[in-house]
Every structure is written in C-alpha cells, then in structure tokens.
C-alpha cells in the first residue's frame, strides 16, 4: 500500500495545475485545520516531542545496529529485518509528509494567486527594488523602538500580533486567511543557533515552531514565515513572500521594520552578487539601525559556529532540491523574483 501512494503521490507532483485546484485549495486546508484545531491550544510543542521521541528511537537502533556489529552477532537475518524495516518507515514517513503538507512542493502557488509574471530580472530591476525597500526600512527603522522590539519578549504578544498581521492581508487576499491559530517557542530554539535554524514547521502536528532566541528584529518575519508554510506555501520563496504581505500589511512598526530589514537584505545580497560597488553604495546610505542590526546579526550567528552546522545546511539544501526547489538554500533569495514581479504589476508603491 506505501509503494503504491508513493508511486501516486510522485504522479501527482508532475500536474501542479492539480495539486493546486485539488490539494492546495481543496483537502490540504481541512487537514491543516484540523491539525491545528488539535493541537494549537496545547501551550508546548507536541510536534517537538514527537521529534524527539523519534531521535531516541533512531539513535537506540543505531546503538544497537554497531553493538551487534563489534560482538559480531550481527546475523543475515537480523540485517534483512533492519533493512526491511528502515525502507518501510522512510516509506511511512515519506507518504504521510507528502499527504498531510509536502505535496504544496508541486502547486502553482501565491504568483498564480496573485497572477504575477514571476521571470529573471535585470539589475536595473534589482536596483529599483533595493532603493525602494531600503527607503522603507531606513523610514521604520526611525519608529520602531527597543521597548517595541523587548514587548516579543513575551511570546504570546508576538504570536498574537503575527495571527493579526495575517487578520489584516486577509482583507484584501481572502486566501491568507488564518484560523485557528498553532504557533509556539521551539523546544530546540537553542539547539537550533548550532544548526542554523530559525524557525521550522512540522507537517505532522501542523505547528510552527519559532526559534525564540535570535534577535528579536527577526521574530515577527521569522513567524509570519512559518505561518505562511502552514497556509500551504512550502516552498521558502513563497513563505518568505507571504511572510512579507502579512508584516507589510499590519500597522505595526515593529513587524514592518521585520520584514523590511530582511527584505532588505535579500535584495542587497543577490545585487553584491551582480554589482558588487552598487550593493556598497547602498550600505552607505542605510540607517544606522539598520546597520547596527546588520552587525548584531552577524556577531549572533559567529557565537555559534561550529563544523557541524555547514553539514546541516548542505543536507537541507539538497532536500530543498528534492522538493522542487533547485536552488537549495538560495531558495530563499529568489523571493526577490517575486517583489520585483509584484511592484512591476502594482507599482512601487505598493511595496
């Protein structure tokens, strides 16, 4: 039966048109839903337990597997049954991922929604998209203050005001809508420094998971983020551009320097790849802020450098690259495709 919806499920991800009309808007928001009515009013996250039960799970068969294998007690028997038992669980675990969330890989997605003309773009794109962004995250970066920013201190105010946000860009795309609500603290948010993370969803529980000890400027994006997955948007470009319609759209200067910053970023970081001396021009013009959290974030991130983490991140890029995403980790970068589609349908001023 696992082979067989395997096979159907690979079928499917070839008809995006499908997936979209009768996954995407169909079956998936009842599952997701669902998932969230179960478990969004539980305060901790059950999602979390079940990865770590399935760690120990795993790190127990591991143990076992070697010890067997230095007594050499290590049998034919023993070995076909661990095999045979591996390829049934990955196939278990490979089914249910796609059927309860990782088939939205393979739907049209927010450009169809939004019927933008996502294409390469030029520099000249590219500067009209980082002098526009960067105007409004120099403009935010004069309101938003610390007591702001030490208010997401307190998780409940942050996921509370990211479930308004999305209240908000559902006035004018009905489509976000938000309800009912499943996003909690990572029980691995300090782990997660280590590995590169700041935030993940777990299709099997339906909850989004924050990383809740990285600088609080990313925390309002970082969880718009993991809501928009929630929503059906699994590849990073579109969560990330999701993310930005629900901070853009919600009065918030705390939230809209969020995402501004980071969007900031994301084109000031594919510029210096075509036009390095514009991208430094750029960052003479940038707030001080601005700046300041520029160096925060980095200082951050070189606390916690490690080997280990450069393993990780090549291990999630190919994974990435298995669910359609060819770009891998630079997934995440090609949001600027779709910014740069939405202000030429919309104008500048809409961004």
Known sequence: ????????????????????????????????????????????????????????????????????????????????????????IFLFLYVFFNLLWGLNYNRRGIA??????????????????????????????????????????????????????????????????????SIKPSFFSYLGNFLGFQGYYNPFSGEGQVNTTVPRFLEPFVTTHEMAHQLGYAKENEANFVGYLACRSFNSNAFRYSVYYDMYNYALGELARRDTALAKSYQRTAHPQVLNDQKEFRDFYRRFKNPVEPIVMWGYGHFLKANNQPAGKRSYNEVVAWLIAYYKKFGTGAL
């Not at 409004?136 to 409940?156: E, H, L």
């Open 112 to 181: 169809y929604q939004l019927q933008l003309d996502v294409k390469p773009y030029s520099v000249a794109d590219l500067d009209t998209l980082t002098n526009t962004i960067q105007s409004r995250a120099n403009y935010y970066a004069t309101f938003v203050t610390q007591a702001q920013r030490d208010s997401f201190n307190k998780k409940s105010r942050l996921f509370s005001s990211a479930v308004d946000a999305f209240k908000e860009v559902a006035k004018t795309y009905s489509f976000l809508t938000y309800h009912p609500k």
């Open 1 to 88: 039966m696992l082979i067989v919806l395997t096979i159907l499920i690979k079928w499917a991800s070839w008809y995006p048109g499908w997936v979209e009309r009768n996954y995407s808007q169909g079956i998936y928001p009842v599952i997701a839903r669902v998932q969230r009515f179960l478990f969004g009013w539980v305060s901790f996250s059950v999602g979390d337990l079940f990865y770590g039960f399935l760690t120990i799970v795993i790190f127990y068969k591991v143990f076992k597997f070697f010890r067997l294998l230095f007594k050499k007690q290590l049998t034919r028997k023993y070995f076909v049954a661990a095999m045979q038992q591996g390829i049934f």
